[in-house]
């Protein structure tokens, strides 16, 4: 996810899996921007050290599917992955109860 929670992970992941060598990290947010809540002046701070680090943003992926190694995404792109770090936020993203996750 593109909030606090979402880019934290990112970076925390991205120094961790690089101490393994792992280079690939990506963000994906089915927002158009990255911490919507905030100014415009803090979005672009964050998405410049996120670049910085190397780590991907990628906008508008509304996730539809999630497998044991990839997700679709509304668009109909998908992305593999060998780890998945879900962040949604305050409240759960609407494929939760799709999928039977109880949330309760």
Not at 65 to 71: Q, S
Request: charged content about 20%.
């Amino acid at each position: 996810g593109g909030g606090a929670a979402g880019i934290e992970l990112a970076f925390g992941l991205k120094a961790r899996c690089s101490l393994h060598g792992v280079t690939n990290v990506t963000l994906c947010t089915r927002s158009s921007s990255l911490l919507p809540g905030d100014s415009s002046w803090v979005r672009s701070e964050v998405m410049s050290c996120l670049k910085d680090r190397g780590i991907e943003v990628e906008f508008n992926k509304d996730c539809v599917k999630v497998e044991a190694d990839g997700v679709t995404f509304a668009d109909g792109t998908q992305r593999n992955y060998d780890l998945l770090m879900w962040s949604t936020g305050p409240a759960p993203h609407d494929i939760f109860p799709q999928i039977g996750l109880d949330l309760a």
